[in-house]
């Protein structure tokens, strides 16, 4: 197989673009997929101060090296979750990789904030995912706004895109529909969120990760059964592997014509946000998620 830009031996071979490369080509080829997707949606510029939400896994670490790169303005964000059999590892690799780099890093340790998962995990006897994701959103949002940052970006790839997109059109969820995409402007207190990967594959980043030599972190939370929407994304695979290309043009069909129709609808009824009354967080309710889960832990058995 040879490389179809440079007639080198390639090692990626890419049938969705119909290309295959050489490894030099192939980060040639990432960078500009990147490039590309920030300018298409207009995700930020060099003169954003961009927080890098780093979770130790391969795709936040390549995105973080990627905008480094390319000359962002970038600092990392690790949040510790106090998970004795996986927060260890994922810090030590956060903090090896930004002292190995020079970047910068801001770690924030739940056990020093009172929020340890696996004590919010045996009080709160509802799934710890949707709870471990709103307290990991809450400090993201909170170091943003408080620190000065203008963007926050997360790793998050065309696959874990098209798998959440295909979740919320199964279950027809216009809110959500209205909502997804690799931007999503600050509004209301919340600072602007991006996703600078959503046209790189999982297999393109996994690629990109291991050419660059980044060292990766392999103990997964002991919670979950494994990775989110597991079954959509084999479904995708199975699919893509059929009608190659199909996953880009599912996701930017939707960017372009059915994400602005599900806005029409749910333009009218969106929640009135005001200030959390124990902290300030921007909220639906009077006291926050992040305050009701505290208060949760703080009442005695
Ligand atoms: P996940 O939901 O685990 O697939 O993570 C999606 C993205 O959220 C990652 O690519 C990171 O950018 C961010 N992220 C997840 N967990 C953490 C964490 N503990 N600290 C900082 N960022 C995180
Ligand atoms: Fe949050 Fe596992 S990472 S529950
Ligand atoms: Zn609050």
């Given at each position: 197989m040879k490389c179809t830009r440079c007639k080198a031996t390639a090692v990626v071979a890419l049938p969705s673009h119909n290309a295959a490369f050489c490894p030099e080509c192939f980060l040639d080829f990432f960078s500009k997929q990147v490039d590309k997707g920030i300018r298409e949606h207009g995700l930020m510029t060099k003169q954003d101060r961009v927080l890098v939400a780093l979770s130790g896994g391969k795709d936040s670490l390549a995105l973080m090296l990627e905008l480094g790169r390319q000359g962002y303005d970038v600092t990392g964000l690790h949040v510790?979750?106090?998970?004795?059999?996986?927060s260890p590892a994922a810090r030590g690799v956060v903090e090896r990789f930004c002292e190995k780099y020079g970047f910068p890093l801001i770690v924030r340790d739940m056990v020093k904030e009172g929020l340890p998962i696996p004590e919010v995990k045996a009080k709160l006897r509802r799934p710890i995912c949707s709870a471990c994701g709103k307290i990991k959103r809450y400090f993201f949002n909170q170091t943003a706004r408080e620190q000065g940052f203008t963007v926050l970006a997360t790793g998050h790839n065309l696959d874990d895109e098209v798998a959440r997109l295909t979740s919320n059109t199964l279950r027809w969820d216009s809110a959500y529909l209205s909502d997804q995409g690799p931007v999503l402007e600050d509004e209301d207190g919340f600072a602007k969120k991006v996703k600078p990967f959503w046209r790189v594959t999982e297999f393109e980043t996994a690629n990109y990760a291991f050419l660059m030599g980044i060292e990766n972190h392999?103990?997964?939370?002991?919670?979950?059964?494994?990775?989110?929407f597991s079954t959509l994304k084999s479904l995708w695979l199975e699919l893509e592997d059929k009608m190659p290309g199909r996953k880009m043009d599912f996701y930017h069909g939707f960017l372009e014509r059915g994400k602005p129709a599900f806005q029409q609808t749910e333009k009218q009824d969106s929640d009135i946000l005001s200030p959390c009354t124990r902290c300030g967080y921007p909220t639906s309710a009077e006291v926050c998620g992040v305050c009701r889960i505290r208060e949760a832990l703080a009442e005695r058995d």
């Open positions: 510790d979750l106090g998970i004795p059999e996986s392999y103990a997964p939370c002991p919670y979950s059964s494994g990775a989110s």
